[in-house]
Structures are given as structure tokens and as C-alpha cells.
Nanobody, 122 residues
Framework: VQLQASGGGLVQAGGSLRLSCAASGGTFSSYYMGWFRQAPGKEREFVAAISRYGDITTYVDSVKGRFAISRDNRKNTVYLLMNSLKPEDTAVYYC????????????????WGQGTQVTVSS
């Protein structure tokens, strides 16, 4: 499975961005999908995950109420809508695919996409 993330950019604090991650080469609906991020000098951290058919979502506490993960299995795409962005959300964001919920949340994923840079200015 190949994952291609897009949608990053520069935004002011309080603004919004929507990231997309398009999958190819596999059966998209077979995978739990997730988003991770890595800020400069920090380890990669889990941000959000979504079940195969979108009925279960999980978020890290720092983004709850601000970010929303969704997927469209017809388009083989997972999204991350980010609202009320803060400077501390600045990071490279990665999408990932895993075979179960525990794996995607723990970062034990089967496939990683390339990152997309999100920069939030104060």
C-alpha cells in the first residue's frame, strides 16, 4: 500500500487546514488509518485514528474537540480536519495504515506515508 499525504501549509493560529492521505495498491477498507506528527526535536506522536468503516475514532487529548479524522472508502482517502490550530501543532504530519486499532494507536503500523508540513504562526 502506498500512502500520499497532502494539504499541509502555513496558517495563522486559530486557522484551519485539512490534510488528505490517498491510498493505492491495496484494499483501503481493510486498514485502520491514523495520523501522526513529529515536531522538531521531538518524537513522532499519535494524533488520531479511525476504524475501517469510520465508526470508531480516537484522538490524543491535545487535539480533542479541534481535530476530526474521517475517511472515504470510495475514494481510498483519509482526512484530518484541523481547526483552532495552535503554534504547538506545528509539525510534519504523517498518515499510516495498520491492521487493527491497537497497532495504529501504538504506531506499529504496516505502512507510512510521506510527511506533510504544517506550520502554525502565532
Amino acid at each position: 500500500v502506498q500512502l500520499q499525504a497532502s494539504g499541509g501549509g502555513l496558517v495563522q493560529a486559530g486557522g484551519s487546514l485539512r490534510l488528505s492521505c490517498a491510498a493505492s495498491g491495496g484494499t483501503f477498507s481493510s486498514y485502520y488509518m491514523g495520523w501522526f506528527r513529529q515536531a522538531p526535536g521531538k518524537e513522532r506522536e499519535f494524533v488520531a485514528a479511525i476504524s475501517r468503516y469510520g465508526d470508531i475514532t480516537t484522538y490524543v487529548d491535545s487535539v480533542k474537540g479541534r481535530f476530526a479524522i474521517s475517511r472515504d472508502n470510495r475514494k481510498n482517502t483519509v482526512y484530518l480536519l484541523m481547526n483552532s490550530l495552535k503554534p504547538e501543532d506545528t509539525a510534519v504530519y504523517y498518515c499510516a495504515a495498520a491492521l487493527d486499532h491497537a497497532s495504529v494507536v501504538s504506531g506499529t503500523v504496516a505502512y507510512w506515508g510521506q510527511g506533510t508540513q504544517v506550520t502554525v504562526s502565532s
